[in-house]
T-cell receptor
Framework: NAGVTQTPKFQVLKTGQSMTLQCAQD?????MSWYRQDPGMGLRLIHY???????DQGEVPNGYNVSRSTTEDFPLRLLSAAPSQTSVYFC????????????FGPGTRLTVT | GDSVTQMEGPVTLSEEAFLTINCTYT??????LFWYVQYPGEGLQLLLK?????DKGSNKGFEATYRKETTSFHLEKGSVQVSDSAVYFC????????????FGTGTQLKVEL
């Protein structure tokens, strides 16, 4: 049982490049989400999904796309990277009950130059 | 909308000191409440939770009580250790409505010998 896995751990992009951050979970969780963590701002929700084929925007969705073709995977796409997207990105999953624990991946540290 | 407010950090304590990290929330209804901890270089992990008023969550010597009348969920520990140095996040969640977790901005704790 690997929990929530993310790849890569580190990435450096040039402005305008695109890339996909990968996220997978093996706990059969319906709910998956992406956050970015910036100093002094805590965690901000980018996109989330409550099941395969269903996605919705969070607090800071601009510049990011997601899809959920399977229960296990929830990739995050940066279409045209900008320096403002330099951050640490966390993927998370949980069940749908309100008191379910949310499990976080180890994070991807992204730098856009 | 729902929100969580935490005390500003960093909080610096000597080993064996008493810890309190304040957390208050604004929400319509009665959410589940959580404390998550993030150790350096890692993702967040659940520390404790409470699902209804007057519940006390506890784990690893930490505890927090769900106070409906003051909309608070303050984190306490009687005697901190150097290994408790981390960032602590208060969060709330409702069942349904996307089942999102709303986080506070986090409080960094540094414990010194």
């Amino acid at each position: 049982n690997a929990g929530v896995t993310q790849t890569p751990k580190f990435q450096v992009l040039k402005t305008g490049q695109s890339m996909t951050l990968q996220c997978a979970q093996d706990m059969n969780h319906e709910y998956m989400s992406w956050y970015r963590q910036d100093p002094g701002m805590g965690l901000r929700l980018i996109h989330y999904s409550v099941g395969a084929g269903i996605t919705d925007q969070g607090e800071v969705p601009n510049g990011y796309n997601v899809s959920r073709s399977t229960t296990e995977d929830f990739p995050l796409r940066l279409l045209s990277a900008a320096p403002s997207q330099t951050s640490v990105y966390f993927c998370a999953s949980r069940g749908l009950a309100g008191d379910d624990e949310q499990y976080f991946g180890p994070g991807t540290r992204l730098t856009v130059t | 909308g729902d929100s969580v407010t935490q005390m500003e950090g960093p909080v610096t304590l000597s080993e064996e000191a008493f810890l309190t990290i304040n957390c208050t929330y604004t929400a319509t209804g009665y959410p589940s409440l959580f404390w998550y901890v993030q150790y350096p270089g890692e993702g967040l992990q659940l520390l404790l939770k409470a699902t209804k008023a007057d519940d006390k969550g506890s784990n690893k010597g930490f505890e927090a009580t769900y106070r409906k009348e003051t909309t608070s969920f303050h984190l306490e520990k009687g005697s901190v250790q150097v290994s408790d140095s981390a960032v602590y996040f208060c969060a709330l969640s409702f069942t349904g409505g996307g089942n999102k977790l709303t986080f506070g901005t986090g409080t960094q704790l540094k414990v010194e010998l």
